[in-house]
């Protein structure tokens, strides 16, 4: 069989990957069909295509790119570079993040991240976030975006960063990787030891608009490890409260936008 560009070009990016099992999991794609793909005996359906843009974050005309052409882009590139400039993780922070694959692997997959808005009084915004593993580390993908009520506005972040499991604990911390002027941190706790349905805790961040700290009670729901991206982004957005798009349970364990457990909401005034 003649091997496609395609097959060359999704082999040639799994050379960077620590496994290709591991990179399957990730995805939250078959490995023996993922094996299809490279031999050339299968095509993927439009959602593993789009699960494997996304993981790979390559575009999806790149990927039919003749080979030495496909070895040029600009994302091919700017894997190479993070390849020759990555190193294991150090400092007094690196024991907490490491080797939490087994920890957490219950937990990984796509969920829905709710909590309450500074911005915009009495709305609830969502976010969709992945967590998944890659060489040991349980790494995060956050999108949120939203519309001004006001004067349609439209706002756009998107976070990377780490999760560790500690003391029946979920801490995560993300970068705001386009703006890169923020670091969120949220964490939560299991509601169910038999089901994994929702999350809650408290997320620390800073508001879009004015730039102030503050920190909200946080609802994650899960989705699934092979949850439809494009589907889940759909609820991403500023909500209502009291919006049908609002998951009834989620409204309930957010509670009103000022209260934490009895304990006053903060957003500073600088």
């Given amino acids: ?7 060359k070009n999704l082999s040639f990016l799994c050379t960077y990957e620590a496994s290709v099992s591991e990179a399957c999991r990730a995805m939250g794609i078959n490995r023996q069909q993922f094996s299809k793909y490279l031999n050339g ?36 590139i700017h894997r190479q570079i993070q390849s020759k400039s990555s190193r294991p993780m150090h400092g ?11 920890s957490l692997s ?15 009084k009495g709305r609830i915004l969502c976010a969709v976030t992945h967590l998944f593993e890659k060489d040991g580390i349980v790494q995060t993908k956050t999108i949120e975006r939203s519309r001004d009520p006001d004067d349609n506005a439209f706002f756009l972040s998107k976070y990377r960063g780490q999760a560790t499991l500690l003391g029946n604990r979920i801490f995560v911390v993300e970068f705001q990787e386009l703006a890169k002027d923020a670091i969120v941190e949220t964490i939560l706790y299991p509601m169910s030891r ?26 994650w729901k899960y989705l699934g490890p092979n949850a439809d991206t494009k589907e889940a982004l759909k609820m991403v957005g500023v909500h209502d409260i009291s919006s049908r798009l609002v998951d009834p349970q989620v409204r309930n364990y957010l509670g009103e936008p000022n209260v934490i457990g009895g304990s006053q909401l903060f957003n500073f005034e600088l």
């Fill in 194 to 219: 038999s089901r994994l349905t929702y999350m809650q805790g408290v997320t620390f961040g800073v508001s879009s608009q004015r730039r102030h700290p503050y920190m909200s009670k946080s609802v």
């Fill in 106 to 120: 219950k937990y990984l997959g796509l969920y829905l991240c709710y909590f309450h808005s500074f911005s915009w």
């Fill in 92 to 102: 007094p922070l690196a024991m907490a993040f490491q080797n939490q694959g087994r």
């Fill in 1 to 7: 069989m003649i091997e496609s560009d395609f097959c």
């Fill in 41 to 76: 005996t299968s095509t993927p359906s439009n959602k593993n295509m789009h699960k494997i843009c996304d993981y790979f974050e390559i575009r999806l005309s790149d990927l039919y790119l003749p080979e030495d052409e496909f070895q040029q882009t600009e994302a091919i």
